[in-house]
């Protein structure tokens, strides 16, 4: 007799008992009826994993990466408040804007290298560049981003301190680059926000697979109500106008963005969503995001209730970057959310008359 290391936890079969009034060899009925009906030899297969254990491996990440979702989508936002303040000719939303882009991608980015390990890990994601790793795109526009967003926010800090910056003759060649590197970052300010989710719905976990086609169109809300939500509370009314009419946006976008992506779902890889730690950051980020949109919309030129609505947006852009991340860990450690939608997909392939390929076949 072999033993293992989990027999300890197989579960404990059941009794088997025969009929008292059955003869030896008598054929077990059903009681209901008139008894024509005999019950099946073998009893409908319930699946069940190996010893309860995953079917796919949770990914190995921590709240930091969840940190870098949330700070890479404020990142994204701000830069493309800041191009506005440079268009429109609004010094402090620039300012503010630029200065709080580089705030947001270099913490976000210390979390990402704080994930990783060892800083050289994300160099050595730089070597090549694979169109068809999100990874490999990702780190490229992170690079990118970051250096327009470094040179505009260097001159943002030059003027604030009234030149004292140790700059000498490279004062000229940073005013000459600051108008080019704003355009620049804001370019990459969009795919910083949505590669992230393209990065998610890549991997095998079943509610961030399940979520590929939409969870672009919910980070890229989510960053719009989180950069729109800063520029509010940093920046006086006179100048948030831009903001303001972002944070409107973003919160339509939002929600209609997440009730989409959980229509199209399958059910059972949606639940998830509404369950738990991830299913109650969700529901607050959606009462937040009505909620701060509102104040924007009816009374974000009151400077009390601009900067309270710009807090409630942020914290509700947060809570759907690390519900949606807490969802999928979820996910992938309860073996149904990955059987379940296997076999919903088989069928439904089935009544639709797909019956001759490797899918419904099994061969």
Request: aromatic share 6%; proline share 6%; with cysteine.
């Given at each position: ?7 300890n ?41 190996y ?12 709240e ?17 408040l ?10 402090m ?33 730089l ?7 999100p990874?490999?795109?990702?780190s ?9 967003t ?26 000459a ?26 991997t ?22 989180a ?32 009730k ?48 309270a ?7 509700a ?17 309860d073996?149904?959310y ?5 076999k ?20």
């Amino acid at each position: 007799m072999t033993l293992s290391e989990f027999d300890n936890v197989r579960p404990a079969e059941s009794s088997r008992r025969r009929r008292q009034d059955a003869k030896p060899g008598e054929r077990r009925r059903r009681d209901n009826g008139d008894g024509s009906r005999e019950i099946p030899m073998v009893p409908e297969a319930e699946f069940t994993s190996y010893y309860g254990r995953p079917v796919v491996k949770p990914a190995p990440w921590g709240e930091d990466v969840a940190l870098y979702l949330f700070l890479g989508g404020v990142a994204g936002g701000s830069a493309l408040l800041g191009l506005g303040g440079q268009l429109t000719g609004r010094p402090m939303l620039r300012r503010n804007a630029r200065l709080g882009a580089l705030a947001a991608i270099s913490v976000g980015a210390g979390a990402l290298v704080k994930d990783l390990g060892r800083p050289e890990r994300f160099l050595n994601m730089l070597r090549t560049f694979k169109v068809t790793s999100p990874m490999s795109v990702g780190s490229w526009i992170l690079s990118a981003f970051s250096a327009g967003t470094a040179v505009t926010a260097v001159a943002e800090l030059d003027r604030l301190t009234g030149s004292k910056l140790p700059l000498g003759p490279l004062r000229k060649v940073l005013r000459a680059l600051e108008g080019p590197a704003g355009f620049e970052a804001a370019a990459f300010a969009g795919p910083l926000a949505a590669y992230t989710a393209v990065l998610l719905g890549d991997t095998a976990t079943p509610t961030w697979n399940a979520a590929h086609e939409e969870l672009p169109f919910v980070f890229v809300s989510s960053a719009c109500l989180a950069s729109a939500g800063l520029a509010m509370v940093t920046t006086p009314v006179e100048e948030a106008g831009p903001a303001r009419k972002l944070a409107v946006l973003g919160v339509l976008g939002d929600v209609a963005a997440m009730k989409v992506m959980e229509r199209r779902m399958d059910p059972v890889t949606a639940e998830p969503l509404h369950l738990g730690k991830a299913g109650t950051m969700l529901t607050w980020s959606e009462r937040l995001a009505v909620g701060g949109g509102l104040g924007a919309l009816l009374a974000g030129r009151n400077r009390a209730v601009a900067a309270a609505s710009g807090l409630a947006l942020l914290a509700a852009s947060a809570l759907t970057r690390f519900g949606v991340f807490e969802a999928g860990l979820a996910s992938a450690r309860d073996p149904r959310y990955t059987i379940e939608p296997q076999k919903n997909r088989l069928a439904a392939r089935r009544a639709a008359g797909v019956t001759n390929d490797a899918i419904t076949t099994g061969s």
